[in-house]
């Protein structure tokens, strides 16, 4: 019984923020209308491992997390790159997803086809990239790892705004806002992703 009013309150919380967000869609500067840019060069090597959702784009699928949503990402070979998304489930459990991303344009290593095998549901492209890293900034130094990175579809329905760290200050996540309206995204369409220890609501980045 404790988890299913905790799962109400939870879905409660999810509904009321996007309706806030639907309110201000219509008040907020659209998102641009050409399709979102990849990066001039990603660097594989220096994108592979931990990633945490800080906010997102709301989903069919994201409804399956609670929190802590994260990607780890490891080479197979060249032009494949093994995806393993987890998170918190509303009932406390751990949730995840285990997919492999085709690199689809070698000239920037930057637009990807994520397929998730066995999954219902699972969208299959052929070599449509669905995944485009489309902003990144570097680490503490050239050669370490990025730091944070926004990804989305061509077409923006989806995006994420990602970051090494699972826990950032509100200054920092307002200077992320600014970069993911730099790459054409509406920022109220992004609702932030709760972390423990970090942010507990889903409200619009705009707001933030």
Do not use: H
């Amino acid at each position: 019984m404790r988890r299913t009013r905790w799962t109400t309150r939870w879905a409660t919380a999810l509904a009321a923020a996007a309706i806030t967000a639907t309110g201000l869609f219509a008040t907020a500067a659209p998102a641009s209308a050409a399709p979102l840019q990849p990066v001039a060069k990603l660097d594989v090597q220096r994108y592979l491992g931990q990633w945490w959702q800080l906010a997102t784009v709301p989903s069919f699928f994201g409804i399956r997390c609670a929190k802590d949503t994260n990607a780890t990402y490891t080479l197979i070979d060249a032009k494949t790159v093994g995806v393993d998304n987890k998170c918190t489930s509303p009932t406390g459990m751990i949730d995840g997803v285990k997919g492999r991303a085709k690199v689809v344009d070698p000239k920037t290593n930057a637009q990807l086809a994520v397929r998730f095998p066995g999954v219902p549901n699972s969208i299959d492209l052929g070599d449509a990239p669905n995944y485009i890293v489309s902003w990144v900034q570097d680490g503490a130094t050239p050669d370490a790892p990025y730091r944070y990175a926004i990804v989305g579809d061509p077409t923006r329905t989806s995006g994420f705004l990602l970051s090494r760290d699972k826990v950032i200050p509100n200054s920092e996540l307002r200077k992320l806002r600014t970069q993911i309206e730099k790459v054409g995204y509406n920022s109220c369409t992004f609702l932030v992703s709760p972390t423990t220890g970090g942010r507990s609501d889903y409200s619009p980045l705009c707001t933030i």
